[in-house]
Nanobody
C-alpha cells in the first residue's frame, strides 16, 4: 500500500487546514490510519488515528478539540481537519497505516506504511 499525503501549506495562527491521505495499491480496509508530525529538532509525535473498521478515533493531547480525523470509505482516504492552528503545530505531517490495537495506536512502531509527509507552517 502506498500512501500519499496532501493539503499542507502556510496559514496564520487561528486558521484552518485540511490534510488528506490517499491509499493506492490497496485499501485501508482492516487498517488503522494515523497522522504523526515532526517539527525541526523534535521527535515524531502522534497526532490522531482512526480505525477503518468501526471508525474509532484517537487524538494526541495537544490537538484534542481542535483537530478532527475522518474517513471516506468510497474514496479510500483519511482526512485531518485542523482548526484553531497554533505556531506550535508547525511540522511535517505524515500519514501512516498499520494494524495497531487500542493500546498501541499512538506508537510509531504500530504503523508500517508511511506517506511522504506534507509541511504545515503556522505563522504567528
Amino acid at each position: 500500500v502506498q500512501l500519499q499525503a496532501s493539503g499542507g501549506g502556510l496559514v496564520q495562527a487561528g486558521g484552518s487546514l485540511r490534510l488528506s491521505c490517499a491509499a493506492s495499491g490497496g485499501t485501508f480496509s482492516g487498517y488503522g490510519v494515523g497522522w504523526f508530525r515532526q517539527a525541526p529538532g523534535k521527535e515524531r509525535e502522534f497526532v490522531a488515528a482512526i480505525r477503518w473498521s468501526g471508525g474509532n478515533t484517537y487524538y494526541g493531547d495537544s490537538v484534542k478539540g481542535r483537530f478532527t480525523i475522518s474517513k471516506d470509505n468510497a474514496r479510500n482516504t483519511v482526512t485531518l481537519q485542523m482548526n484553531s492552528l497554533k505556531p506550535e503545530d508547525t511540522a511535517v505531517y505524515y500519514c501512516a497505516a498499520g494494524r495497531p490495537i487500542a493500546s498501541t495506536v499512538r506508537d510509531i512502531v504500530s504503523y508500517y506504511y508511511w506517506g511522504q509527509g506534507t509541511l504545515v507552517t503556522v505563522s504567528s
